[in-house]
């Protein structure tokens, strides 16, 4: 089977990791409970991995995909009048393919942010449509963590959002594909930057980070998931086969297998955005925080490279500077990018502009 070169696309494009592939086997053996129903059932375990993580309040809900966590999550908390307010780069908003829209029927209000990252201020002028029946009503303020500009939110940044959303009868979600990352970043625990400042829904990732499917919805209040099992039945994200999922997420909760591969990820990346700051033709264009580095690159190198390692131009229109036109690149590395790897395309980059 041809297989891609290992490149920087993105996380997402790696395979499974052995530990997770390794549980994948283990539990493929006999009947056990479908759905997730039964009190041995493997499901139980991983929510127990959750609540050590989360705390206990919590109620954990398993889907197939990232998509299905923030649509479903975030449309179990409003109504299709109400409104959802994000950066305009969210994959709520850029890479859902208009599900938001379709399967909650509401308005996502954008905020154009250079970094990805919003704050209370940016949401202020949204809330003078609150109480007025002629425009959608501001409830979910939903953030991306890691956002997909790279860069990391702070608990203390966190916090001044939940706050500010819970004053003004709103909520925050947090579309955690990356939080593993964000959680190294931040030298931190998962704690720190949802249960302890006030997240009220949290999608989990882990197909980023070494799983092979399946991810998570975690509601912070119980009263607030009520119901929740049907909106994921009817939204056709009810895994019969719901081991699968539980025994992905009880190994990665497990001796910190999160942790070792969120930080092969983010340190491969410090790596690649230091040899890239040493190259005079190429410029680190936003905070390299995790396990992604977007940089400036001269156009008519980019097709070049991604011959030998292919990765994503974020920004089309190229930026003319010095005489140079130069595009900005998005630059992932993942639970298995190796230093080959990077000084192999560092090696490159260097040959080709001589």
């Not at 998509?67 to 305009?88: E, R, W």
Request: glycine share 8%; charged share 20%; proline share 3%.
């Amino acid at each position: 089977m041809d297989t891609i070169k290992k490149g920087f696309a993105s996380d997402n494009w790696s395979g499974v990791c052995p530990e997770i592939m390794d549980a994948l086997a283990e539990i493929n053996t006999g009947h056990i409970f479908a759905y997730g129903e039964g009190e041995e059932e493997v499901s139980q375990l991983a929510y127990r991995k959750f609540k050590e993580h989360f705390g206990k309040d919590i109620k954990v809900y398993f889907v197939y995909n990232g998509t299905a966590a923030n649509v479903l999550g975030v449309g179990h908390l409003i109504k299709s009048y109400q409104a959802i307010v994000a950066a305009h780069t969210a994959h709520l908003n850029e890479d859902e393919c208009g599900a938001p829209e379709k399967f909650i029927g509401s308005k996502i209000l954008e905020i154009h942010t250079t970094n990805g990252k919003i704050v209370p201020s940016q949401v202020a002028p949204f809330l003078t449509s609150i109480g007025f029946q002629h425009h959608s009503q501001p409830k979910v303020i939903s953030i991306s963590q890691v956002t997909e500009m790279g860069t990391v939110y702070t608990p203390e940044e966190i916090k001044a959002l939940a706050d500010y959303a819970h004053a003004n009868n709103m909520y925050l979600h947090m579309d955690g594909a990356r939080i593993s990352n964000s959680v190294v970043a931040l030298d931190t625990d998962f704690r720190s930057i949802t249960t302890d400042v006030g997240v009220d829904v949290l999608s989990f990732g882990g197909t980023k980070n070494g799983l092979m499917f399946g991810e998570v919805v975690i509601f912070f209040n119980k009263d607030l998931a009520r119901d929740f099992e049907y909106a994921r039945k009817q939204g056709m994200q009810l895994h019969s086969k719901m081991r699968f999922i539980a025994s992905q997420f009880t190994r990665y909760l497990t001796d910190n297998l999160w942790k070792k591969n969120a930080t092969i990820a983010n340190n491969m990346t410090k790596r690649l955005a230091h040899k890239i700051s040493e190259i005079p033709a190429l410029k680190v264009s936003q905070a390299v925080d995790a396990n992604g580095v977007f940089v400036l690159i001269p156009s008519d190198l980019i097709p070049v490279l991604q011959e030998k390692y292919f990765f994503h131009v974020w920004n089309e229109a190229p930026i003319l500077e010095n005489g140079i036109a130069r595009n900005e690149v998005r630059l992932m590395c993942s639970w298995d990018t190796t230093e080959e790897d990077i000084d192999g395309f560092i090696e490159l980059i260097k040959r080709i502009l001589g």
